[in-house]
C-alpha cells in the first residue's frame, strides 16, 4: 500500500502538533483550538443550509414565483447535493495527499464567499430568469465546497483530539452543526421581529446571507494558526511514496469496500433524519400544520438550541459506552416514536415544539458521535478520501434530497405522516449498517490499518511506537 506525500511539515508559528510522532498525551491548548477552527467552518456551512431551510419562503417569491414555487426551491436546496460527491472525489484524495489544513482553508473560502454572494443576487423582478440560474450555479458551488468542508473538517478534528476523549471533542463539530442552523433561525426570527414581515420579504432576508463573508474570515483565520493534523504528519515522516489519486480509489475498492457500504448504511440515516427534522421541517410546519412564520421559527430555534446544549453530553457518553449503543439506540427509538410524535406535532404550537423536542433529543446520540465514528471508519492514508467520498455521495443520493421527496410524496398521498415514515425507513437501513460497524471507543487512529478498539496501530504490518 502507498500512502500521502513525505512533504516537510512546517507547523505554523506556536501551534505545533498536538502530539508526537511517538503518541504523547495531546496538549489540549492546540485540541482546543483544532476544535474550534473545524467547529467554525462547520457552522458557517450548516448556516447556509439553516437559512435557506427557513427563508424558503422568501426564496420562493424572489426566485421561483408561481404555482410550483416551493418544490422549485426545495429543488434548488436538493442541486447543491449533486456536486458534494464531485467535491469529495476531488477535496478527499488531495486532502490525504497534500495534508488536511490546505484543503480546509479553500473550502471554507468557497463556501462562506457562494453564501455571501447569494444575499447579493438580484431577483427574478430585476434581471428575469437569470436570478434562479445564478442561484443555482452559486448553490453548485456550495455543494462543491461542502463536498470536501465536512469530512475534512471531521478528520482534522478527530486526528487532533485524544483517543480516549474523541467523542466529546468531536460533538463540538455537531455543536457547530447545531449554532449554525439555530443562529440562522434566531436571525430571521428577530428580522420578522423587529422589521417585520413585510421588510424581511422585501430586503431583509438577504443580511442573513451576507454574515457568512465575515464568519468565513473568521474560520479562515483560525484554520491557518494551526499546524497539520498529528496523525497525517506522523505518517508523513514515514518517507512513504506518495499516493496518486486513482491508488486511493484503487485502495478503498480493494481493501475497504466493506466499510463504505457500512458507513453509507450510517449516512443515509443520520442525513435523512438531518434534513427531514431540521431542514424540511420549517415547511412543514407551515404547509401542513398551518403555523405562521414566526412561530415556526420560534420552534426551530427553541428545539435546535436544546440539541446544541446537549450535544457534548452525548459525545462524552459514546466515550463510556461506545459508538454502537449509541446509534443502536437513537435508530430504534426514531422507528418507535417517529409517526406519534408528528402525530402530536399536528395539534399546534405546544405540541409541535413537544415533538420535535422528543424526536430532536433521539437523534442526538447519532448526532453528536458522528464525527468520532466516521473517521475512525478508515485508515490515516484514505481517511480523508474514504470519509468525503461515501458521505457525500449517500447524501446526495439520499440526504439532501429528503426535503423535495416529502413534500412530494406528501402532495401525492396525501398523507402528512410521511416524513415520520421516510425516517423510519432510512433508519431501518441505519440499524442494519449499524450491526456490521467496528467499535472504535478510544481506538487510535494512527497507522494505516483500520481502527478497532483493543487494536494497537500499525503502518504496513509493522507496530507503531507508543
Known amino acids: 500500500m502507498s500512502s500521502p506525500a513525505a512533504q516537510p511539515h512546517s507547523p505554523s508559528p506556536g501551534s505545533g502538533p498536538a502530539h508526537s510522532a511517538a503518541g504523547k498525551e495531546p496538549d489540549l491548548r492546540t485540541v482546543r483550538k483544532a476544535v474550534a477552527a473545524s467547529a467554525i467552518g462547520n457552522a458557517?456551512?450548516?448556516?447556509?443550509?439553516?437559512?435557506?431551510?427557513?427563508?424558503?419562503?422568501?426564496?420562493?417569491?424572489?426566485?421561483?414565483?408561481?404555482?410550483?414555487?416551493?418544490?422549485?426551491?426545495?429543488?434548488?436546496?436538493?442541486?447543491?447535493?449533486?456536486?458534494?460527491?464531485?467535491?469529495?472525489?476531488?477535496?478527499?484524495?488531495?486532502?490525504?495527499?497534500?495534508?488536511?489544513?490546505?484543503?480546509?482553508?479553500?473550502?471554507?473560502?468557497?463556501?462562506?464567499?457562494?453564501?455571501?454572494?447569494?444575499?447579493?443576487?438580484?431577483?427574478?423582478?430585476?434581471?428575469?430568469?437569470?436570478?434562479?440560474?445564478?442561484?443555482?450555479?452559486?448553490?453548485?458551488?456550495?455543494?462543491?465546497?461542502?463536498?470536501?468542508?465536512?469530512?475534512?473538517?471531521?478528520?482534522?478534528?478527530?486526528?487532533?483530539?485524544?483517543?480516549?476523549?474523541?467523542?466529546?471533542?468531536?460533538?463540538?463539530?455537531?455543536?457547530?452543526?447545531?449554532?449554525?442552523?439555530?443562529?440562522?433561525?434566531?436571525?430571521?426570527?428577530?428580522?420578522?421581529?423587529?422589521?417585520?414581515?413585510?421588510?424581511?420579504?422585501?430586503?431583509?432576508?438577504?443580511?442573513?446571507?451576507?454574515?457568512?463573508?465575515?464568519?468565513?474570515?473568521?474560520?479562515?483565520?483560525?484554520?491557518?494558526?494551526?499546524?497539520?493534523?498529528?496523525?497525517?504528519?506522523?505518517?508523513?515522516?514515514?518517507?512513504?511514496?506518495?499516493?496518486?489519486?486513482?491508488?486511493?480509489?484503487?485502495?478503498?475498492?480493494?481493501?475497504?469496500?466493506?466499510?463504505?457500504?457500512?458507513?453509507?448504511?450510517?449516512?443515509?440515516?443520520?442525513?435523512?433524519?438531518?434534513?427531514?427534522?431540521?431542514?424540511?421541517?420549517?415547511?412543514?410546519?407551515?404547509?401542513e400544520v398551518g403555523l405562521d412564520q414566526t412561530t415556526t421559527l420560534t420552534i426551530m430555534f427553541i428545539a435546535q438550541f436544546a440539541m446544541m446544549v446537549v450535544m457534548p453530553f452525548g459525545g462524552a457518553l459514546s466515550d463510556r459506552v461506545g459508538r454502537k449503543p449509541m446509534w443502536f439506540f437513537s435508530l430504534i427509538g426514531l422507528i418507535v416514536f417517529s409517526v406519534p410524535m408528528y402525530m402530536l406535532m399536528a395539534n399546534g404550537f405546544v405540541w409541535a415544539l413537544l415533538g420535535f423536542a422528543v424526536l430532536g433529543l433521539l437523534y442526538i446520540p447519532q448526532l453528536s458521535s458522528i464525527s468520532a465514528t466516521f473517521p475512525a471508519m478508515f485508515p490515516t492514508h484514505v481517511r480523508f478520501a474514504g470519509f468525503a467520498i461515501t458521505y457525500n455521495v449517500a447524501t446526495a443520493a439520499f440526504g439532501g434530497t429528503a426535503p423535495a421527496a416529502n413534500d412530494f410524496l406528501i402532495d401525492k398521498t396525501g398523507s402528512p405522516l410521511v416524513p415520520a415514515f421516510y425516517m423510519m425507513a432510512a433508519c431501518v437501513i441505519g440499524l442494519v449498517a449499524t450491526f456490521f460497524m467496528k467499535e472504535t471507543k478510544a481506538a487510535s487512529l494512527r497507522g494505516t490499518q483500520v481502527p478497532e478498539t483493543g487494536v494497537a496501530p500499525t503502518v504496513d504490518g509493522e507496530p507503531v511506537a507508543r
Open 44 to 287: 458557517t456551512e450548516w448556516f447556509d443550509y439553516g437559512m435557506f431551510a427557513v427563508s424558503t419562503a422568501y426564496i420562493t417569491a424572489h426566485f421561483f414565483p408561481g404555482e410550483h414555487g416551493q418544490l422549485a426551491t426545495l429543488l434548488t436546496f436538493a442541486v447543491s447535493f449533486v456536486c458534494r460527491p464531485l467535491g469529495g472525489m476531488v477535496w478527499g484524495p488531495l486532502g490525504d495527499r497534500i495534508g488536511r489544513k490546505s484543503i480546509l482553508a479553500m473550502t471554507i473560502l468557497l463556501m462562506a464567499g457562494a453564501t455571501f454572494l447569494i444575499g447579493l443576487t438580484p431577483s427574478v423582478a430585476t434581471i428575469g430568469v437569470g436570478a434562479p440560474i445564478i442561484l443555482i450555479l452559486l448553490r453548485i458551488v456550495q455543494g462543491f465546497s461542502s463536498g470536501g468542508e465536512y469530512g475534512g473538517a471531521a478528520t482534522f478534528m478527530a486526528e487532533h483530539a485524544p483517543d480516549k476523549r474523541r467523542g466529546f471533542y468531536g460533538s463540538f463539530l455537531e455543536f457547530g452543526t447545531m449554532a449554525g442552523f439555530a443562529l440562522g433561525s434566531l436571525i430571521v426570527l428577530l428580522g420578522e421581529l423587529t422589521i417585520g414581515s413585510d421588510a424581511m420579504m422585501a430586503w431583509g432576508w438577504r443580511v442573513p446571507f451576507l454574515l457568512a463573508g465575515p464568519m468565513g474570515l473568521i474560520g479562515l483565520y483560525l484554520r491557518m494558526r494551526l499546524g497539520e493534523s498529528p496523525v497525517f504528519a506522523e505518517l508523513e515522516e514515514q518517507d512513504r511514496e506518495a499516493q496518486t489519486v486513482g491508488g486511493v480509489y484503487r485502495e478503498l475498492i480493494t481493501h475497504h469496500l466493506k466499510q463504505v457500504l457500512v458507513m453509507a448504511g450510517l449516512v443515509i440515516a443520520v442525513n435523512v433524519v438531518n434534513y427531514t427534522l431540521l431542514s424540511y421541517m420549517p415547511t412543514y410546519l407551515g404547509a
